[in-house]
């Protein structure tokens, strides 16, 4: 089936430097979604977006976090500076418009020390 | 504030029974209910969904009830088998909100040979 992918798969980085998570959504989907899951838990919708601007952020997409997606390459999650909290499986996922069904990537773990 | 309600939060079968996941929403404008499954370290996977203009969808030996009125569905595993154990999280949409899902905490299910 149709695949996203996310790069990279685990990022360990110290408290308050910036980081970026990448995603390669399926090629001819519009809407891209991020979804954060904190372990154990269930996935919380972060922030959609499509034709190049955000449609939607939840209360977690705080003010340090961004999004974007430069010329169809990837899709970008960056948090500046990060926080402990941070700490999460951060999940790309697209759709082609059409319909609901949302292809997830398998995550980056990103572990903020 | 959770929009979408799971039980239980844990539930073991026997390998042959049938597996019941409860769901349960508030937001009666949502129109998608998709069910994900999702095995430790791996992205979660589509597993069956359904629309209020049904209310039942069947695929294999997994089946979803849905009782719109009750806002309420159930997902049944029949002749459960030890490859179906995973965490299932419940999930929905509405149209207006550009397909974001809001996913409940989760059933994990484990199936004992």
């Known amino acids: 089936g149709p695949k996203v992918l996310q790069i990279p798969s685990h990022q360990i980085i110290d408290m308050g430097q910036m980081v970026t998570l990448n995603c390669d959504p399926v090629?001819?989907?519009?809407?891209f979604y991020w979804y954060k899951q904190i372990l154990g838990q269930q996935m919380e919708f972060l922030v959609n977006?499509?034709?190049?601007?955000?449609?939607?952020k939840s209360k977690l997409f705080k003010d340090q976090f961004s999004v974007e997606r430069p010329d169809g390459s990837y899709f970008t999650l960056k948090i500046q500076p990060t926080a402990l909290e941070d700490s999460a499986v951060y999940f790309c996922?697209?759709?082609?418009?059409?319909?609901?069904?949302?292809?997830f990537g398998p995550g980056t773990r990103l572990t903020v020390l | 504030q959770q929009q979408v309600r799971q039980s239980p939060q844990s539930l073991t079968v026997w390998e042959g029974e049938t597996a019941i996941l409860n769901c349960s929403y508030e937001?009666?404008?949502?129109?998608?209910f998709p069910w994900y499954w999702q095995f430790p370290r791996e992205s979660p996977a589509l597993l069956i969904a359904?629309?209020?203009?049904?209310n039942k969808k069947e695929d294999g030996r997994f089946t979803i009830f849905f009782n719109k009125r009750e806002k309420k569905l159930s997902l049944h595993i029949t002749d459960s088998q030890p490859g179906d154990s995973a965490t299932y999280f419940c999930?929905?949409?509405?149209?207006?909100?550009?397909?974001?899902?809001?996913f409940g905490q989760g059933t994990k299910l484990s199936i004992k040979p």
């Open positions: 999930a929905a949409s509405a149209d207006y909100n550009q397909g974001k899902l809001i």
């Open positions: 359904i629309r209020p203009v049904s």
């Open positions: 996922a697209s759709n082609w418009g059409g319909s609901y069904e949302q292809y």
């Open positions: 090629s001819n989907h519009l809407y």
């Open positions: 937001d009666s404008t949502f129109d998608y």
């Open positions: 977006f499509y034709n190049g601007k955000v449609m939607e």
